[in-house]
């Protein structure tokens, strides 16, 4: 399975990323490491550097022990592995709701009950052939976030063989958190990007982050105190043709894509994720219908 690399760099006071054509840092500090199983980096440029990169690295593992899939001690991976979740985190709790309005507004295109369906792709294209669709349609019975229950008490599942994914939504749910951990130490202007980016205030001689899209002739509009989040269903894929991708439409089981790349500009991170995801699966139509003040921008 190929997979693109996600990159997490955290830019304050007067850094500002290369690649959106301004001058270069003058003499950052910098961590790389792995985010929910992918590669990270973060960059700052800030007197308190050092202090603050280890606060958002203490951040990104403390919400990887909740939201990861490949840590077997996660909360996540304990509520995948027995069907329910006693004394869940509040984040936990928090990003379930943020998903229950997701899935609400796009019409179950969002649905992070798909984990098993891909999990079912992954083992298929492993062994080298495509699933069957005997067992497309027996894992799709294993899905529905209907029979997803949480409270502040306990996340459940009300129906056996189900499992989540949040990998659609937490990138971006994470970058808020680390956007919040900025904001509590007195960063005024930052970007974050987790994969999908955050930004807070603005750059220097700017009014805004301006923020590059592959594909599109023009800049999507300057960040201020908002988010971008991109995604393509063949950012991933499931063969080495890379003709299989990733997002699984939960109402058919299937792989789907109206578009080969979608980006969501939202008040929040989290939101922006989760809706580039389901957007994906989406009509032009439909999307217009419910992008809400979120502003999308469609190859």
Known sequence: MTSRRRV???????????????RAVASPQQWRGIALGAEAR??????????LIEQSVQEIRRLEGIFSLYRPDSQLSELN??????????????????CSAIHARTSGAFDPTVQKLWALYARSFA?????????????????????????????????SGMALT??????????DKIVALLRR???ENALVNT?????????ENSSGWPVLLSGHSSEAPLLNNNAVATSSPVGTTFDDGETTGHIIDPRTGRPGGEWRSVSVVSDTAAEADGLSTAFCLMK???????????????I
């Open 42 to 51: 973060i960059l700052l440029d800030h007197p308190n550097a050092a202090a």
């Open 127 to 159: 062994a080298g052939n495509s699933p069957d669709p005997t067992k497309i349609s027996e894992t799709l019975a294993q899905t529905g976030w209907a029979h997803v229950r949480y409270s502040p008490a306990k996340v459940w599942f009300d129906r």
């Open 81 to 98: 592995r027995n069907g329910e979740l006693p004394n869940p985190a509040f984040e936990m709790v928090e990003l379930l709701s943020i």
């Open 185 to 187: 130490n007195g960063i």
């Open 284 to 298: 032009r139509p439909e999307i217009m219908n419910v992008k809400g003040s979120s502003q999308v921008f469609l």
């Open 195 to 203: 994969g999908e980016i955050a930004g807070i205030g603005v750059a």
């Open 166 to 175: 949040l990998n659609g939504v937490a990138q971006g749910y994470i970058a």
């Open 8 to 22: 997490l760099s955290i830019l304050a006071g007067a850094a500002v990323l290369p690649i959106l054509g301004s």
